[in-house]
């Protein structure tokens, strides 16, 4: 059974919640919203620069500069899809929000604020549980919604290349 020494209010109250679900989660959110951040600002970086050098090169002689430029356009070319595929751009915001609102919700329970205000103890823990899994479910929605529309994005880029292609268009 566990250590009975301390009740159940203990065990599974709002400490242990704020400690084991809320902290852990918006840790992860925090982590998550960081390496997509980053991957976003890097394939808009290489867009943005590699975009504005091919002119550049171009306009150099010699051979060289032809493969720069068809190398640059390339990688240009490699980070626009990416970035169309992966939607680093959404994942970031989707992850940051979340960590924020699970933020938000933790500060205004612990100091009685807000909705939490009006509300005896295990009221205010109920809202606080209702209130934060409801925050990971529509991020959970928001992340398969992303996901989905990765998926949507491959079939139409399947779709685009003709007949033949693996994923024929569905029709209803």
Same mark, same amino acid.
């Given at each position: 059974?566990?250590?009975?020494?301390?009740?159940?209010?203990?065990?599974?109250?709002?400490?242990?919640?704020?400690?084991?679900?809320?902290?852990?989660?918006?840790?992860?959110?925090?982590t998550?919203?960081?390496?997509?951040?980053r991957?976003?600002?890097?394939?808009?970086?290489?867009?943005?620069?590699?975009?504005?050098?091919?002119?550049v090169?171009? =306009? +150099?002689?010699?051979?060289?500069?032809?493969? !720069?430029?068809?190398? /640059?356009?390339?990688?240009?070319?490699? *980070?626009?899809?990416?970035?169309?595929?992966?939607?680093?751009?959404?994942?970031?915001?989707?992850?940051?929000?979340?960590?924020?609102?699970?933020?938000?919700?933790?500060?205004?329970?612990?100091?009685?604020?807000?909705?939490?205000?009006?509300?005896?103890?295990?009221?205010?823990?109920?809202?606080?549980?209702?209130?934060?899994?409801?925050?990971?479910?529509?991020? =959970? +929605?928001?992340?398969?919604?992303?996901?989905? !529309?990765?998926?949507? /994005?491959?079939?139409?880029?399947?779709? *685009?290349?003709?007949?033949?292609?693996?994923?024929?268009?569905?029709?209803?």
């Open positions: 059974m566990g250590d009975s020494s301390r009740s159940e209010d203990e065990q599974h109250g709002p400490t242990w919640y704020i400690a084991k679900r809320l902290e852990q989660y918006q840790g992860w959110y925090d998550k919203a960081v390496k997509t951040k991957m976003y600002l890097w394939m808009r970086t290489v867009s943005v620069v590699g975009g504005v050098l091919v002119p090169i171009l =306009n +150099i002689d010699g051979n060289w500069a032809r493969v !720069l430029a068809t190398a /640059t356009s390339l990688l240009v070319a490699v *980070a626009v899809a990416l970035e169309s595929v992966y939607r680093y751009r959404d994942q970031w915001k989707n992850y940051r929000s979340t960590e924020q609102i699970l933020g938000h919700e933790r500060i205004h329970f612990l100091t009685r604020t807000g909705l939490y205000q009006a509300l005896d103890d295990a009221a205010a823990y109920r809202a606080l549980v209702e209130r934060v899994e409801g925050a990971i479910q529509a991020e =959970n +929605i928001a992340t398969l919604n992303v996901m989905t !529309l990765m998926e949507n /994005t491959q079939s139409n880029d399947d779709r *685009a290349a003709g007949p033949g292609s693996p994923n024929p268009p569905a029709f209803g």
